[in-house]
């Protein structure tokens, strides 16, 4: 099975939890964020047939982020598409999906076997994710 989720705006990283003495939440951006890709991913559910996925997955994602504002508008179109290499970091962006996509997509973020991930600039900020069993026995990537 295959699930296919588009996520427009700029993608937000995962954040380690606040704290105030014993009270702890999430940051309010991620929250949010969190809530949208939820909401994208049950109608890709809804779309797909519904059912959790079961057994290995293989989660593949592209970030696409706004270049600087502090940049020209020269370099800003001339960005697109090109790799970022600065922070944050691309694990953190994957590990906000994989949470968010917990009891929603499927059960537990362990049986996601394969991880491959990428950031890059783009004058249209979004989220492509694309989340399918593999076989067992499915050869690796080296």
Do not use: H
């Amino acid at each position: 099975m295959r699930l296919e989720i588009l996520i427009d705006g700029e993608p937000v990283p995962w954040a380690r939890a606040r704290s105030c003495g014993k009270r702890r939440w999430t940051p309010e951006p991620q929250a949010s964020y969190m809530e949208v890709v939820k909401l994208s991913a049950l109608s890709a559910m809804r779309a797909s047939g519904g059912a959790l996925l079961a057994g290995p997955l293989r989660i593949t994602a592209s970030f696409m982020c706004e270049p600087p504002t502090s940049w020209s508008n020269k370099k800003r179109v001339a960005s697109e598409g090109l790799l970022k290499i600065t922070r944050p970091d691309t694990d953190n962006y994957i590990k906000l999906i994989k949470d968010a996509l917990q009891e929603v997509a499927y059960k537990d973020d362990a049986i996601a076997a394969q991880v491959m991930a990428e950031k890059r600039y783009s004058l249209t900020p979004r989220s492509l994710i694309l989340v399918e069993t593999v076989p067992l026995d499915v050869p690796g990537f080296i």
